[in-house]
Nanobody, 123 residues
């Protein structure tokens, strides 16, 4: 079992930056892929970024590519999402998810989910 806890969200002005963290406890995280997703009110959950903890390969949603970077610190069992040049449309609750076998953009194959952290971008 893996427990995930997100942190780092908050209120930021448009053009600002945030770093979200996804801390894992329980089983070692080193062999799990991690994805970040977001969900705005009234909208479906959408993929943001993913990283394979083995090779560290990364993938990004086109809507945020160039503004975000996903990284991990295996020693701290933590995955980060660095977000720059934030826009009001980035306002959403951001979730991290873990999977031992999947690192794609669909939310369904991920087995473990955190409770989310709210990001609000003001104009």
């Amino acid at each position: 079992q893996v427990q995930l806890v997100e942190s780092g969200g908050g209120l930021v002005q448009a053009g600002g930056s945030l770093r979200l963290s996804c801390a894992a406890s329980g089983r070692t995280f080193s062999s799990y892929a991690v994805g970040w997703f977001r969900q705005a009110p009234g909208k479906e959950r959408e993929f943001v970024a993913a990283i394979t903890l083995g090779s560290g390969s990364t993938s990004y949603a086109d809507s945020m590519k160039g503004r975000i970077t996903i990284s991990r610190d295996n020693a701290k069992n933590t995955v980060y999402l660095h977000m720059n040049s934030l826009k009001p449309e980035d306002t959403a609750k951001y979730y991290c998810a873990g999977s031992k076998y999947y690192s794609g953009s669909s939310s369904h194959p991920y087995d473990y989910w955190g409770q989310g952290t709210q990001v609000t971008v003001s104009s």
